[in-house]
C-alpha cells in the first residue's frame, strides 16, 4: 500500500512540506482510523509496543499540524497549522494540555519553523507575506516529487502574541528553517543567499551572519544541543554528474527532490562535519535527546512504495544503537523533548479522519 507522504509535508523547517505535497493514496488502514473518544485519547494501535511512550494524548483534531515545539518552562507548545479558515499554515500556541489553541501570525502568506526564545518574551517564525499576501503556488509536480524553497521566506521576531513584528533577514532568496541555542544567543538557519542551500548562524537580533556549511547540495534542518556546542542536520550532497544537474536544475527553479536525506552532526562553528546515518532513506528532523548524547528523528528507512512510512529513530552521536522508536502505520515525525526530558512531542497521522490529516501529539517520555 503506497503511504501518505503528505505527512512528510507539513513544514521545511523540520520541512517547508505541506506546500510542496502532491495528494497521494491514504495509507491509513480502517483499524488504524477508529474515532476519538474525545480530547486526549488515542485509538490507533501500534504494530509493536512503543515502549519509550506513555500516557499518549492527542492535542490537535484535523487539519494538518506540523512542527511543535516546547517552550523553556515546558507550558506551551508552538506550531504551525492549515485548519479553515488559513488556507495555509500559519503559526499557533497551545498549553501542553491542547487548551488555548490561537494564531500569532500575521495570517498573510505561508510561514514555517516557529521557536520561543528562552526567556520566553519572543517568538521565532519564518514567512513569505512580504513578497505576498497570498499563499504561495505549489510547485510543479510534473517534475516528480518536489519541494519548493520559496525565495519570499524571511526570519521574523515578534512578541508571543504576534505583536511587534520585526524582520531578521533580508537577503535574496530563501531564508527559512531557523532554531535559537538555548542561551539565546544565537540562532541557526538554511538560507539559499549564496546561490546554494546552506546553513548559517546569527546572533539572536540577527546580526553577524556567518556560513557554516559550504558542501554542494541541501543542508537544512538545523538544530542545537543542549549545550550549544552541537548542531545537528540534515543533508543531501549529490555527488554524480547527473545528480549534480538535477540538483543544480531544480534549485535554479526555486525545488529540491527529498528523496535520499542522511542525518549530519557539526560543531557550533561549522567544524568537524560528520555523518551520522546511512540509511540511504529521507531521514529528517533531527533533534537532541535531553542529555545531549543521542539524536531523534525521522526516517522511511525501510519502507516500500511511494515514500514509505515515516517512524521516529533514536541513535548515537556515532551513529551507533540505531533504534526504532514508533510503530504506527502512516507517519510520525518532528520530535521534540521537553527540556527537563519528561516528555515527547512530534506530529502523527495516527488516528487521521481523513488523508492528510496530521496532529500533534504527545506522550510521557520513558528512558
Avoid at 517547508?16 to 497521494?24: F, G, I, K
Avoid at 533580508?170 to 542561551?183: Q, W
Wanted: proline share 6%.
Amino acid at each position: 500500500m503506497r503511504r501518505n507522504l503528505s505527512f512528510l509535508a507539513l513544514a521545511l523547517c523540520a520541512l517547508v512540506l505541506l506546500a510542496a505535497v502532491p495528494p497521494l493514496e491514504n495509507s491509513t488502514t480502517a483499524s488504524a482510523t477508529q474515532s476519538q473518544t474525545g480530547p486526549g485519547a488515542s485509538t490507533s494501535t501500534p504494530t509493536q509496543p512503543e515502549k519509550h511512550l506513555r500516557n499518549l494524548r492527542q492535542l490537535t483534531f484535523g487539519g494538518q499540524n506540523a512542527e511543535a515545539y516546547f517552550s523553556a518552562d515546558s507550558k506551551k507548545l508552538i506550531f504551525q497549522s492549515t485548519r479553515e479558515p488559513v488556507k495555509c499554515d500559519q503559526i499557533f500556541i497551545m498549553n501542553t494540555d491542547g487548551s488555548d489553541q490561537h494564531m500569532v501570525s500575521t495570517g498573510k502568506g505561508r510561514t514555517t519553523c516557529a521557536f520561543f526564545y528562552p526567556d520566553g518574551k519572543k517568538i521565532l517564525y519564518a514567512s513569505t507575506h512580504l513578497g505576498s499576501v497570498e499563499c504561495p503556488p505549489r510547485p510543479d509536480y510534473s517534475k516528480g516529487y518536489v519541494w519548493g524553497v520559496y525565495p519570499s521566506y524571511d526570519i521574523f521576531t515578534a512578541n508571543p502574541d504576534g505583536s511587534d513584528l520585526k524582520q531578521l533577514t533580508n537577503a535574496p532568496g530563501y531564508d527559512a528553517e531557523a532554531v535559537i541555542s538555548t542561551d539565546g544567543k544565537k540562532i541557526v538557519f538554511t538560507s539559499l543567499r549564496n546561490g546554494d542551500l546552506d546553513i548559517y548562524a546569527m546572533d539572536a537580533d540577527g546580526s553577524n551572519v556567518k556560513q557554516l556549511t559550504h558542501e554542494l547540495g541541501y543542508d537544512g534542518g538545523p538544530t542545537f544541543s543542549p549545550d550549544g556546542k552541537l548542531i545537528v542536520y540534515r543533508a543531501h550532497h549529490p555527488k554524480t554528474e547527473q545528480e549534480i544537474k538535477d540538483y543544480k536544475d531544480l534549485l535554479a527553479q526555486n525545488l529540491i527532490r527529498p528523496t535520499y536525506l542522511e542525518i549530519w552532526l557539526m560543531n557550533a562553528d561549522g567544524s568537524h562535519k560528520r555523518q551520522i546515518t546511512d540509511l540511504g532513506a529521507a531521514s529528517f528532523a533531527p533533534a537532541f535527546y535531553p542529555d545531549g548524547k543521542r539524536i531523534i528523528f525521522s526516517s522511511n528507512v525501510g519502507s516500500t512504495g511511494g515514500m514509505g512510512n515515516f517512524e521516529l529513530y533514536g541513535v548515537d552521536l556515532d551513529g551507533k544503537n540505531l533504534e526504532r522508536l514508533t510503530y504506527t502505520d502512516g507517519f510520525d515525525g518532528f520530535p521534540m523533548f521537553s527540556p527537563d526530558g519528561k516528555r515527547l512531542v512530534w506530529i502523527s497521522g495516527r488516528n487521521a479522519k481523513v488523508p492528510h490529516e496530521t496532529n500533534v501529539f504527545i506522550a510521557d517520555w520513558e528512558p
